[in-house]
């Protein structure tokens, strides 16, 4: 064996008898840290600040994952972190005194935490809690961390249904007892995982704010506020776009002419299906009568319109009608002239006296062609009604867009 080589192991032997006796020590320092460190712990005793009398706590939330919202209950269900911070100066330590070490984990059961409260939660009440170690400083920071569904009350506004954008408030309160001072704040670090988007539902923002209490206390509150906007492509294909392709069908109705006796059947087929999306509609709004949605106001501006084709349709018919009859009694008014009196006529010698009827042939043809060119009555309101009612809908889907 050569002398580098044994020079080597001996080497390597000392490193690692080294790294032993370091790692052992430290495991001896951690332990006899927990052990001073469970002298001067008590879940009961908070951390006031003797400058205040009260506890500051940072409260954060973040990165924010919306599972969904409901219209029809108004419940908003998400998934985000939530972290609180506030400090214990009477748990600071010398990290010199304990192998370097900075930071330890505390089971949360042995430490006094925050009580703070979701107060527009939907389910399940009471203060916030975790099952995950709450970690210690040096400094004598604690870390309170959770990942939570939370379930909140949101109350939506649709009246840009399906284009509207909403705004979903988290209220977190400090429970009786001990005055606590929650300074919020969000965060977007993942820590690396994906958080997943809503197929409805798009996050805009989420912002912060305080909320200090009325009554002049030292309790202030914290107020998270989610930004939520519709992904409106899913309502447009399925909901806006078949109403419209209805809403315009009602003005075609008066391009059948009234002798086709088409029109009411075309009319009642269309009518019924605009009360069949104004239930399918209606099925997914919630029961509110807070606010009124532009969908909904253009589903029944629809059901109008159709029910004005219909008086509009019966008019256009009865005119029809009423032409045909008076095509039929003229032509039973017709008198028919005897044999004898025409020979008699003919026979009749022409005089000075007796007028002279010059016929024109062509200017006979040319004013039969031009009554034929003469549209009637029934033709002139159906061209009325087109205009008018293509107007109405061209308009009524201008205010549901922009309205």
């Not at 080597?8 to 032997?13: E, K, R």
């Not at 506890?55 to 419940?75: K, N, R, S, W, Y």
Request: aromatic residues 10%; proline residues 5%.
């Amino acid at each position: 064996m050569s002398c580098s080589t044994l020079v080597f192991l001996v080497a390597t032997s000392l490193v690692s008898l080294s790294a032993t006796d370091v790692e052992a020590d430290r495991r001896q320092s951690l332990k006899t840290l927990k052990s001073h460190l469970e002298t001067l712990l008590d879940p009961e005793l908070p951390p006031i600040n003797p400058h205040s009398n009260a506890i500051d706590v940072a409260i954060a939330i973040g990165p924010v994952q919306v599972h969904d919202l409901v219209d029809t209950t108004q419940v908003l269900t998400l998934g985000t972190n939530v972290i609180m911070h506030w400090k214990d100066m009477a748990l600071v330590w010398n990290t010199s005194d304990y192998s370097d070490i900075s930071k330890i984990e505390i089971s949360p059961d042995k430490v006094w935490q925050p009580n703070v409260v979701l107060g527009s939660k939907a389910f399940d009440d009471g203060p916030l809690r975790t099952t995950m170690p709450i970690q210690l400083k040096s400094d004598g920071s604690l870390s309170w961390h959770n990942v939570m569904t939370i379930s909140v009350i949101c109350k939506t506004f649709l009246s840009r249904y399906p284009f509207d954008s909403q705004i979903c408030p988290m209220t977190f309160t400090p429970g009786m007892g001990y005055d606590v001072i929650l300074h919020p704040s969000v965060t977007f670090f993942t820590r690396g995982l994906k958080v997943d988007t809503n197929g409805e539902w798009e996050t805009v923002n989420v912002t912060s704010s305080t909320s200090p209490y009325a009554d002049g206390s030292t309790f202030q509150g914290a107020i998270f506020y989610v930004h939520l906007s519709r992904k409106y492509l899913f309502h447009i294909l399925n909901l806006v776009f078949p109403m419209c392709l209805l809403s315009f069908l009602n003005s075609f109705v008066f391009l059948l002419p009234a002798s086709s006796g088409e029109k009411m059947g075309f009319l009642m087929a269309v009518f019924v299906s605009n009360a069949l999306f104004l239930n399918l509609i209606h099925a997914s709004m919630p029961s509110t009568s807070d606010t009124v949605s532009n969908l909904s106001l253009y589903l029944v501006a629809i059901q109008i319109e159709g029910f004005l084709a219909i008086a509009a349709t019966i008019l256009v018919q009865n005119v029809y009608h009423c032409q045909m009859n008076r095509k039929e009694s003229g032509a039973k008014m017709t008198q028919v002239v005897p044999q004898d009196c025409l020979q008699n006529a003919m026979a009749s010698p022409i005089t000075a006296e007796t007028p002279t009827v010059h016929t024109d042939r062509k200017h006979g043809e040319t004013m039969n062609y031009s009554k034929k060119r003469i549209p009637s009555l029934d033709r002139k309101l159906d061209c009325v009604f087109f205009v008018c009612f293509t107007v109405f809908a061209i308009v009524g889907l201008l205010c549901l867009i922009f309205g």
